[in-house]
Structures are given as structure tokens and as C-alpha cells.
């Protein structure tokens, strides 16, 4: 069974930063790409950022340069750095793997207020 288990979202200020967290299993994380999406009301869910097992990344335009994904090794983690956050940040962040399968995560809301 693959488990996702994201943490770390809440409410921030523009111009803040957020450090979100998602976690699962040592198989899981070590042979996998993983990502980060997001979901704001009434929009489709977009793909923001990628990492491979070696830790090669992707982004999205509308985060490069403010977000970071990375792997935590030690902690089976990948997390994603969120900084210069902006009101259009705000939505349901969820974590995700594709093996054969998609599997997500149980998704961690994101505020960001002007």
C-alpha cells in the first residue's frame, strides 16, 4: 500500500514563506519521481514540481525561482520550500507518486493572504 502523508500547510502573509512535507515509505521514496501539485478552487490541478531519485528537478513557471523541491534522505521526506509566497499560491497542496498507479495524498491547504 502507498501512503502519502503531507504536512506543514497553513495561513501566511504575502511575501512569506511555508515549508511543506511529504512523507512516505524508504521503497517508496528511494526508486520514485515525486511530485508536488496544487488545486485552487474552480481550477485544475497543476503540476508545480518534480524530483528524481539521483535529486534531478523540474518546476512549473509560475513557481521557478521561489519554490524548491528537495529530498530528505534521512527522513524518507520531499519537501517543497515555498517563499515570496502570493494570494494566487493560495490552495490544497498534494503530494504524488505515479507507480503504474497514481497515488495522492490526503492534500494540505495553503492560505496566503494579501
Known amino acids: 500500500q502507498v501512503q502519502l502523508v503531507e504536512s506543514g500547510g497553513g495561513l501566511v502573509q504575502a511575501g512569506g514563506s511555508l515549508r511543506l512535507s511529504c512523507a512516505t515509505s524508504r521503497m517508496i521514496f528511494s526508486i520514485n519521481t515525486m511530485d508536488w501539485y496544487r488545486q485552487a478552487p474552480g481550477k485544475q490541478r497543476e503540476l508545480l514540481a518534480s524530483?528524481?531519485?539521483?535529486?534531478?528537478?523540474n518546476y512549473a513557471d509560475s513557481v521557478k525561482d521561489r519554490f524548491t523541491i528537495s529530498r530528505e534522505n534521512a527522513k524518507n521526506t520531499v519537501d517543497l520550500q515555498m517563499n515570496s509566497l502570493k494570494p494566487e499560491d493560495t490552495a490544497v497542496y498534494y503530494c504524488?507518486?505515479?507507480?503504474?498507479?497514481?497515488?495522492w495524498g490526503q492534500g494540505t491547504q495553503v492560505t496566503v493572504s494579501s
Open positions: 524530483i528524481t531519485p539521483g535529486g534531478n528537478t
Open positions: 504524488h507518486v505515479k507507480i503504474g498507479f497514481e497515488f
